[in-house]
């Protein structure tokens, strides 16, 4: 059941950010036929998730799903737990904006829906470079999802083999901004800030904001976040 | 933040049926304080979800929860499709009522949970004899997760080691019931049938019930079963 050619198909697992969307881009220039995955897992804000849907259709998925998986009933993180303020300065260490398990949640989910749709590829736009506090997004993480998701499935098992594709993984911010603007990603669709405002408006102080002006500002290209 | 002796916390995947049933009695022995864990994933019947609840109260769960995820949105299996019937032989290979992915998801969420709590511990009712046709129930499944765990998570990169148990994986269904019942586990609680009412009375014609009919049939207890 899995393709070859122009009817690979690919999971490719979208969050509204600008690294999903690059990633996004990456598959779908590679010929993929992409299925966009996104998880309402009860982030602060939806503004996440609308700008994953307008992604989802400017950078050609031919299908996006949403699954909700209340990840905050169990707290633990400032993303998903209002108790915990979201840091304006980076601390040392594993970042309270650390949700647990999360990258391994999001890939199994999406594991269960390659299997079904005899997708054999499934992307996903982890960063070890900017965003080294996070264990799961190293390659090492990656590698071993890889293996288990070999040793789970139906098909794995019958050797018709799942790959993990994390294109930016040894990437910095500016040479992912500097890929997407080649691809034609449209960054004005994104939204990275950890405290957005309903519109998509990001504070321009937390982490994930100063790591997004600074790539851009690197990559020398123009910054088209709109801060409240 | 992991606990050890009298405080030691565990997350017990807790399914409605016989095998995790048993597992949370073997838990609750152990001296772990055991938090269950069910998950409505879009199941055909809510009375393993019933049957979950009453167990977790009788079996001294100190908290049960149950997180919605939505694995029936993308089908393909005859527990989740309702398009695909539910057999009543068992054939060769692995078996239609497979859900894609489905340990692999349900360990993640687990992981997630047992971390927020500081649980090291994961019990899981998987079991490669009688369900040899699931590749995600077989012994490297869960060692590979366990692999996985201890590199997904902050707790694990910092030493504080995950552990997944699966104490049934190498009993027979006539075992799981002999050690179940030594542990006191009031089997009338449990649903295993494949296609229970709303009572959770059980249909005595799929895999599943005969399993379980057979087990007790060996072990020479009798069989607490409703059949409708």
Request: proline share 4%; with cysteine.
């Amino acid at each position: 059941m899995s393709q070859t050619g122009a009817e690979r198909r690919a999971v490719v697992l979208l969050s509204g950010g600008l690294d999903s969307a690059t990633v996004l881009a990456i598959a779908h220039r590679q010929g993929y036929r992409c299925h966009a995955l996104s998880m309402d897992y009860g982030q602060r804000h939806s503004a996440e998730l609308e700008a994953a849907r307008r992604i989802a259709s400017a950078l050609g998925a031919v299908e996006h799903q949403v699954i909700p998986i209340s990840l905050d009933r169990f707290g633990g993180s400032a993303l998903t737990d209002s108790s915990i303020p979201v840091p304006e300065q980076a601390g040392e260490g594993i970042p309270v904006t650390y949700v647990p398990a999360r990258n391994t949640v999001f890939l199994s989910i999406a594991l269960g829906w390659a299997e079904v749709l005899g997708a054999r590829d499934i992307f996903i736009g982890v960063n070890a470079v900017d965003y080294s506090g996070y264990p799961d997004c190293r390659p090492e993480f990656v590698a071993a999802f890889e293996r288990l998701a070999n040793l789970a499935t139906k098909a794995g098992v019958e050797g018709d083999a799942f790959r993990i594709h994390a294109p930016l993984i040894e990437l910095t911010k500016a040479q992912i901004i500097g890929q997407g603007s080649a691809l034609g990603v449209d960054y004005a669709l994104t939204t990275s800030c950890y405290q957005a405002d309903a519109t998509g408006a990001a504070c321009g102080r937390c982490d994930s904001c100063r790591l997004r002006a600074e790539g851009f500002r690197q990559a020398g290209i123009a910054d088209p976040t709109r801060y409240y």
